[in-house]
């Protein structure tokens, strides 16, 4: 129900934009989230996007950096990460979390998403 596509290898201060393809329950109330895993750290939420207002949220790092957007009528959510670091360097997921209740907060743990895409490489280059 979600595809991730869009990594590759880029040189530092490069931009790439991933994209998330999302079908069936996973669209329409949700937030989607973009969270990211560097080899032996733990998987960290990067930003997140509804799919009703287009509210955003971004962890500090990639503020200024990185954009997340969607485009209802293809159902898709993209991230546009631009002046990449090689810390940036990670595997990509894109999660949605099923929002629950009009109080609903973005979630920021891999835990308060429901439904997981495969993840795509992103390899930024020194």
């Known amino acids: 129900q979600l595809q991730a596509c869009g990594g590759g290898l880029v040189q530092a201060g490069g931009s790439l934009r991933l994209s998330c393809a999302a079908s069936?329950?996973?669209?329409?109330?949700?937030?989607m989230g973009w969270f990211r895993q560097a080899p032996g750290k733990e998987r960290e939420f990067v930003a997140a996007?509804?799919?009703?207002?287009?509210?955003?949220d971004y962890i500090d790092s990639v503020k200024g950096r990185f954009t997340v957007s969607r485009d209802n009528a293809k159902n898709t959510v993209y991230l546009l990460m631009n002046s990449l670091k090689p810390e940036d360097t990670a595997v990509y997921y894109c999660?949605?979390?099923?929002?629950?209740?009009?109080?609903?907060?973005?979630?920021?743990?891999?835990?308060?998403?429901?439904?997981w895409g495969r993840g795509t490489l992103v390899t930024v280059s020194s």
């Open positions: 996007i509804t799919w009703s207002r287009g509210t955003t």
């Open positions: 999660a949605a979390q099923k929002i629950r209740s009009v109080f609903y907060t973005i979630g920021a743990a891999p835990h308060d998403y429901d439904y």
């Open positions: 069936g329950r996973t669209v329409g109330s949700h937030v």
